[in-house]
């Protein structure tokens, strides 16, 4: 089944860090680029990070930029976000989602940043 | 990195034609061919609807199109059904080859 798993997220507290990952399935992983977008409750989608195929390339939003790290290990069809210095305003559902057009996306990992 | 401009809501009755805009600038939205369009219904993950401004991915109603005119691209759902209540997305590639997304729109069937 063609399917895109988050996992990670959790409560930490501001300043705290967090890793995610998602886990891909039925389908060449490192043929496709691969997203990181997140959505704050009951709030719009942002677009977090952007890793190419061969993990060579990677690109952030600005909101993000130095303290986020976009990775991937095609060997484990794995994507991941290393989220450090985390903010109040970081808490959202982290999608990890496929390919140029995002054509495929997960259900989510929920971060929580609080005190 | 702003987000591109959405209308916050638009509704219409079944059977009802509809259209969603989508403004950017020339950085993003008129300078490339790469919107694309998402449905998102309540608790669930966003669901391609569009890509390259015009284009329907396999499975997709032919009841939604694309189009693009400079700086706006629009999303119009013809013969509006009550499954089509959802918020809607916008994105388009940018000149730093990063992504952004609109404001999203929620579309109501009267």
């Known amino acids: 089944e063609v399917q895109l798993v988050e996992s990670g997220g959790g409560v930490v507290q501001p300043g705290g860090s967090l890793r995610l990952s998602c886990a891909a399935s039925?389908?060449?992983?490192?043929?496709?680029?691969m997203h990181w977008v997140r959505q704050a409750p009951g709030k719009g989608l942002e677009w977090v990070s952007l890793?190419?195929?061969?993990?060579?390339?990677?690109y952030y939003a600005d909101s993000v930029k130095g303290r986020f790290t976009i990775s991937r290990d095609n060997s484990k069809n794995s994507l991941y976000l290393q989220m450090n210095s985390l903010r109040t305003e970081d808490t959202a559902l982290y999608y990890c989602?496929?390919?140029?057009?995002?054509?495929?996306w997960g259900r989510g990992t929920l971060v929580t940043v609080s005190s | 990195q702003s987000a591109l401009t959405q209308p916050a809501s638009v509704s219409g009755s079944p059977g009802q034609s509809i259209t969603i805009s989508c403004t950017g600038t020339?950085?993003?939205?008129?300078?490339?061919?790469?919107v694309s369009w998402y449905q998102q219904h309540p608790g669930k993950a966003p669901k391609l609807m569009i890509y390259?401004?015009?284009n329907r991915p396999s499975g997709v109603s032919n009841r939604f199109s694309g189009s693009k005119s400079g700086n706006t691209a629009s999303l119009t759902i013809s013969g509006l059904q009550a499954e089509d209540e959802a918020d809607y997305y916008c994105?388009?590639?940018?000149?730093?080859?990063?992504?952004?997304f609109g404001t999203g729109t929620k579309v109501t069937v009267l």
């Open positions: 989602a496929k390919g140029w057009y995002f054509d495929l």
């Open positions: 039925g389908f060449t992983f490192d043929d496709y680029a």
């Open positions: 890793i190419s195929g061969d993990g060579g390339s990677t």
């Open positions: 020339s950085s993003d939205v008129g300078g490339y061919n790469y």
């Open positions: 390259e401004v015009s």
């Open positions: 994105s388009s590639y940018t000149s730093s080859s990063t992504r952004v």
